[in-house]
């Protein structure tokens, strides 16, 4: 990828990454490249004319948190954002090679089991960025980059944060590119332009890969678009079965064009012609057999309560296993030990629960989730956010760490990893304020080394619902919890596995808040106890 020497207007630094030159730009902003702790990385920065909007800060700030979402199969993850910056950027994953354009243009038309890892690989992709709620929008060759063989597609993370509501993002300027556009994305109104005109992308995609050029391709831009809305694909060059699967995906209707799982599916059953194609490339394999059954999981488990199974999807796509050991000694005031490394430590979040993320903060840092003090302390701490009392002289019964304060309404699901990291310590998931879930009150998961428990927190009194003993979070190890709230059930899972589940009272359903907290039982006037949390999602059921 060529890299341009920064402008004089350009910024050196931000967030902490160093600027060493520019990667490209586009209406919204500038992609550079950066340096960073770990190495390089492509920080995206957003004009300080978008960024002055509160509007687009918002959808930038909804984009950001679901790209947080989209497993690395297949595309360059994410590695950090900040909404909130004066610039707002968003780092990622720096893919050092040429793109799909750039291999073409210099060794021609792709064929054989070249051509089928571009088309599985991308579709791979595409299953993994849908399935976290979000839409590309730009899927062309030249956001298809090769790393070690293996292709990755960029740019998704802020591609619908740029064009939320609408097709265009200017009166006069449409988002994409012209050559790969769906039929219905040339539509007036094309606010239910979804993810199938990706699928339709991916079509043109492939078919520029196989043959050099694209299906719909004329003389000017007008007439491109004519043939895109008017005339059958060109497919002449590509041999079956792949040229019966690409005509698939660029049918005019959206509703006759398979889904992102749907065509891996396809893909990945065609015979010779599929996996054993990818014989040199094991970690393609891997993301695309993870990635369709990802896919199929989630589509059976939407607006589901079947906890049991979604759980076991968490822990089988990803690897999202609880028990990593924490160190158990003594710890010094406002320090925790890390968890002990392993592959799951950097798999990507993913809550199979749930299409429409709200929420998400990694609790790595001050961001949604915010430093706190009074009886004890929340603070951020060896990547997590620690929350204790054991430094203080007269420590709190419940030291809460304050959440964002956006609002929650209906169904909804709270997804956080938890380690208890005292023997004493329980960990509280609240529903929280006089307007919350509960009609004059709130409503508690509270999650301690020897039970679990539903709490009913009225303004005066507090009722336990529901109790469950059990020792899954005795041993100082991260776990994930997940709490489901569907209309007035909760249902509580530990690492996939459930533990309790029971009604709330018969109130009406308000809007209310999430917050985190931590609490020692038995509760003392020396009672010392501290407990970390990590990656909180919340999403809409």
Sequence with gaps: MPIEPLRSADPTELGGYRL????????????????????????????????????????????????????????????????????????????????????????????????????????????????????HRDLKPRNVLFSLGTPKVIDFGIARAFDATSNHTRTD???????????????????????????????????????????????????????????????????????????????????????????????????????????????????ALAARAGGHRKRRRRRTLTVVAAGVAVLGLLGLI????????????????PPT???????????????????????????????????????FSGGRMVAYND????????????????????????AVTVALLTPTSCANVWFWGADRITEDGSFAVVLCGGKVELWDQKEDSRDTLAKEATKVLADRAEHRVQVLVEDKTVAVTVDGAPVLTADLPARSRKSGQVWLSMRNEPFTETAKGRVSFQNVEIREL
């Design 20 to 135: 060493l030159g520019r990667l490209g730009e586009g209406g919204m902003g500038a992609v550079y490249l950066g340096e960073g702790p770990n190495g390089r990385v492509a920080v995206k920065a957003i004009r300080a004319e978008m960024a002055s909007q509160p509007e687009f800060r918002g959808r930038f700030r909804s984009e950001v948190n679901r790209a947080r979402q989209v497993p690395s199969f297949c595309t360059a993850a994410v590695l950090d954002a900040d909404p909130e910056s004066e610039t707002p950027y968003l780092v990622v994953e720096y893919v050092d090679g040429p793109n799909l354009a750039e291999v073409v243009a210099a060794r021609g038309p792709l064929s054989g089991g070249e051509l089928y890892s571009v088309a599985i690989g991308v579709a791979t992709a595409l299953t993994a960025i849908h399935g976290a709620g979000v839409i």
């Design 391 to 414: 430094d203080s002289e007269f420590p709190a019964e419940e030291i809460y760490c304050d959440g964002p304060a956006d609002k929650i309404t209906g169904d909804h699901a709270v």
């Design 173 to 287: 300027q449409m988002v994409g590119t012209l050559a790969y556009m769906a039929p219905e994305r040339f539509e007036t109104d094309a606010r239910g332009v979804g993810p199938a005109a990706d699928v339709f992308a991916w079509g043109i995609v492939v078919a520029y890969a196989g043959t050099g050029r694209t299906p719909f391709q004329a003389d000017s831009q007008p007439a491109t678009a004519a043939r895109i809305l008017t005339q059958p694909p060109d497919l002449r060059g590509l041999s079956s079965p792949l040229r019966e699967i690409v005509d698939r995906t660029l049918a005019k209707d959206p509703a006759k064009r398979p889904s992102a799982v749907e065509l891996l599916e396809l893909l990945l059953d065609t015979g010779s012609h599929s996996m054993q194609d990818l014989g040199g490339g094991p970690e393609l394999r891997r993301a």
């Design 341 to 379: 490394p392993s592959a799951a430590a950097s798999a990507p979040l993913y809550s199979p629960i749930g299409a429409g993320l709200l929420i998400s903060d990694p609790l790595t840092r001050d961001g949604q989730w915010h430093r706190s003090s009074d009886g004890g302390v929340c603070e």
């Design 322 to 337: 609880g028990g990593r050991k924490l160190a158990t000694g003594s710890q010094e005031a406002g320090t925790a030990a």
